[in-house]
């Protein structure tokens, strides 16, 4: 059974930094794009980015480059996502998702949630 | 990258069909055949019940369809449940990444 369970979330001040982690487990994780789509609280799903099967590639929304970086330890089955200068609309809950054709996300964790507030 | 227009909310009674649309451009919903549909009940993770444009994953019900004509993807609902009152969203590849949709509700009346 294909399990994400993310965690890292927590509440943090503007301009502050967290990193979030995904374990991953049940299929071949080194075989999969792998991704972080986030969803503001009331609001919809945004795709924040995502990191190919050995790492060498990595993708991310506008609004979080040069802010964000994506990275994965296939030995471990892990995704991590390193948040910096953490703005208010950051808030959100982040969820990973396997990503399938570079098109489709099929398999989803339960979300961790990143409060970034005074 | 703008997101794709989708309804704000859908409504239909038990049994009944709907469509929920899913408007893009000639670069992304127009361009490639890489649409897919997401379900999202209150407090859950979404859940894919169609990619590439028409295809369901094992498990997902026959009830859900998609489609797409030009710059717009539709996802249908037949056979209304009540569990299927939830939050949609479609998804779009754009040559280089991803793009969701605003998300419609799904009200069962």
């Known amino acids: 059974e294909v399990q994400l369970v993310e965690s890292g979330g927590g509440l943090v001040q503007p301009g502050g930094s967290l990193r979030l982690s995904c374990s991953a487990s049940?299929?071949?994780?080194?075989?999969?794009?792998m991704s972080w789509v986030r969803q503001a609280p009331g609001r919809g799903l945004q795709w924040v980015a995502s990191?190919?099967?050995?790492?060498?590639?990595?993708k991310f929304v506008d609004s979080v480059k040069g802010r964000f970086t994506i990275s994965r330890d296939n030995a471990k089955n892990s995704l991590s996502l390193q948040m910096n200068s953490l703005r208010a609309e950051d808030t959100a809950v982040y969820y990973c998702?396997?990503?399938?054709?570079?098109?489709?996300?099929?398999?989803w964790g339960q979300g961790t949630l990143v409060t970034v507030s005074s | 990258q703008s997101a794709l227009t989708q309804p704000a909310s859908v409504s239909g009674s038990p049994g009944q069909s709907i469509t929920i649309s899913c408007t893009g451009t000639?670069?992304?919903?127009?361009?490639?055949?890489?649409v897919s549909w997401y379900q999202q009940h209150p407090g859950k993770a979404p859940k894919l019940m169609i990619y590439?444009?028409?295809n369901r994953p094992s498990g997902v019900s026959n009830r859900f369809s998609g489609s797409k004509s030009g710059n717009t993807a539709s996802l249908t609902i037949s056979g209304l449940q009540t569990e299927d009152e939830a939050d949609y969203y479609c998804?779009?590849?754009?040559?280089?990444?991803?793009?969701f949709g605003g998300g419609t509700k799904l009200t069962v009346l």
């Open positions: 590439d444009v028409s």
């Open positions: 000639s670069s992304d919903v127009g361009a490639y055949d890489y």
């Open positions: 049940g299929f071949t994780f080194n075989n999969y794009w």
């Open positions: 990191i190919q099967r050995d790492g060498s590639e990595k």
């Open positions: 998804t779009s590849f754009t040559g280089t990444t991803v793009v």
């Open positions: 998702a396997r990503l399938i054709a570079v098109a489709h996300f099929d398999y």
